[in-house]
């Protein structure tokens, strides 16, 4: 009896491994067979590689991408607006009139004239100019918010790619899952056919294969969802290729862990900061602007020169001028009658007049209400410095977080590759079967895509960290033609976007050009 047991056991063991012979009659493969490229069949329709930057390439052309320029194209238009109606103004007009006199024995006598006027904002208080300066003001926070959202759409779209390529592997793995669990399903019919194991044993199987089976079908939708997301994102359908060497790689980045740096070019990058800036320079103007209109009086100075009266109220030819002192506006107007006014007397008149509040205006509640608008633009301004530096810290924690996260990874990686050479050592000495070594290659499989993962979450940590600071350039990380550059609030161009360029073929392998400081200091690809 004490040599029976080791005997059965030898038995079973050598049943399995001459079972399992007629489905693994080939040598064992040097690499996993996930990892291995798959051939297309002769006559199948491969789908096109997508890299990176074949996906940046195709955002420029999405919803989101167009949107964000034409928000910066308002801003351009409004600042346009706001200088031409602070420019000069030229207007032409025309008035006619009968008149009679005396009543009772005059006659009707008509006349017409032309009116020229111009007017020009001289003063630089006055409501134009200022509305010229808050739009170069919105110009250059609409142009930070611009390359934010650029900046924000290409985290989307990694985030998208990386999902993606992320599904893809998730499906083969489960397709490689599944083979190995309906070949252990066989195998365990076989076994229970020779009564070597028990029922349970073979339900323990079955649910294993079922499992598989569900968690293939799952990561089959996967892929699906993946490619809705990136769809969403680029806003145009992409077929996402089977074989995971047709999907490029995400860029290698290594941003600067100097957190005063970082948080420094956050604090002149971000847009929540421009924006909180140019709310505090437009309530400064207000408050100077109701300070002044409480000092100063409304005074109107005018000259009016030329052919002034007919004697009957009537004028000839005149042209005359006016400057308010608080509109700031210079304007200047001339009368041609439109028929011979013959030797009508000439002259001039000269005209000030003005007006001063001194009970009962508005001046007192309106500097109070700009000095209480200047105490909210500079709480404002100090929330969105403090959420700034909150986000930097959180991005750059949540960065070392996932490179610290890849030590273990990598060495269980070469764990499962020490325990799939083992394996193949003791198939050469017969203690152990060609599914044991496909176990194994699964092992080595899955610990691979781990390691893939966690490089990919590193990847997405760093492009979320270079996205906080405003150091994220689209440009330099898919190798893309330059983009539009908005143009600065003094020389702003009336002309659109240049038109986003076609997409371009991309390499197959991660981009390697070197970020230069300005865009990821201290960090090379």
Not at 46 to 56: D, F, W
Not at 429 to 441: H, S
Request: aromatic share 2%.
């Amino acid at each position: 009896m004490t040599q029976r047991f080791p005997a059965l056991a030898l038995t079973a063991f050598l049943s399995l491994g001459l079972l399992t012979t007629g489905h693994a009659q080939t040598a064992p493969p040097t690499t996993p067979p996930s990892l291995q490229q798959q051939s297309p069949t002769p006559g199948q329709t491969q789908t096109p590689a997508i890299t990176l930057g074949s996906v940046l390439a195709l955002l420029r052309l999405s919803p989101g991408w167009q949107s964000a320029d034409l928000t910066y194209r308002a801003a351009q238009l409004a600042l346009d607006s706001a200088r031409t109606r602070a420019g000069l103004s030229l207007s032409v007009g025309a008035d006619g009139s009968v008149v009679k006199a005396p009543w009772d024995s005059g006659e009707w006598k008509g006349s017409s004239t032309l009116n020229v006027s111009a007017s020009l904002n001289v003063l630089p208080w006055s409501p134009a100019r200022e509305s010229v300066r808050s739009a170069e003001r919105a110009l250059a926070a609409a142009a930070v918010d611009l390359r934010n959202s650029r900046a924000t759409l290409t985290v989307q779209a990694a985030q998208a790619f990386a999902g993606a390529r992320s599904a893809v592997t998730g499906l083969a793995q489960a397709e490689a899952q599944l083979s190995v669990t309906t070949r252990l399903r066989a195998v365990a019919e076989e076994q229970r056919a020779q009564n070597l194991i028990t029922q349970e044993a073979v339900l323990e199987r079955q649910s294993a294969l079922e499992s598989a089976q569900a968690a293939r079908d799952r990561a089959a939708r996967g892929v699906g969802l993946a490619a809705a997301q990136l769809t969403r994102v680029l806003g145009q359908p992409l077929a996402l290729p089977t074989d995971l060497s047709r999907l490029g790689g995400l860029p290698d980045l290594t941003p600067s862990g100097d957190l005063s740096a970082l948080l420094t070019r956050a604090l002149s990058a971000r847009p929540e900061i421009a924006r909180a800036e140019v709310a505090l320079a437009d309530a400064q103007a207000a408050l100077a602007t109701a300070q002044r209109n409480a000092r100063v009086p409304d005074v109107t100075a005018g000259v009016r020169a030329g052919q002034l009266s007919d004697g009957q109220g009537g004028s000839g030819r005149t042209v005359g001028g006016s400057l308010n002192s608080k509109t700031g506006v210079l304007g200047v107007q001339a009368s041609i009658p439109l028929k011979d006014t013959g030797e009508m007397p000439s002259g001039v008149t000269l005209s000030l007049s003005g007006t001063y509040t001194l009970l009962g205006g508005a001046g007192a509640g309106e500097q109070a209400q700009a000095a209480q608008g200047v105490q909210q633009a500079l709480l404002g301004l100090a929330t969105a410095r403090q959420a700034v530096d909150l986000d930097v810290r959180t991005r750059l924690s949540s960065y070392q977080d996932e490179v610290g996260g890849l030590g273990s990874l990598q060495t269980a990686l070469v764990r499962a590759w020490t325990a799939l050479a083992s394996t193949r050592a003791r198939v050469d000495a017969g203690l152990a079967t060609p599914l044991d070594v496909v176990q194994a290659e699964l092992g080595v499989s899955q610990a691979q895509n781990a390691v893939d993962a966690q490089h990919a979450a590193v990847a997405l940590a760093a492009l979320q960290l270079l996205q906080a600071t405003g150091d994220l350039d689209p440009v330099l990380l898919g190798q893309l033609p330059a983009l539009p550059t908005p143009a600065a609030p003094a020389q702003v161009s009336s002309a659109p976007p240049a038109s986003p360029p076609a997409p371009s073929p991309a390499p197959r392998t991660p981009p390697t050009e070197s970020i230069p400081p300005t865009a990821a200091p201290g960090g090379q690809p």
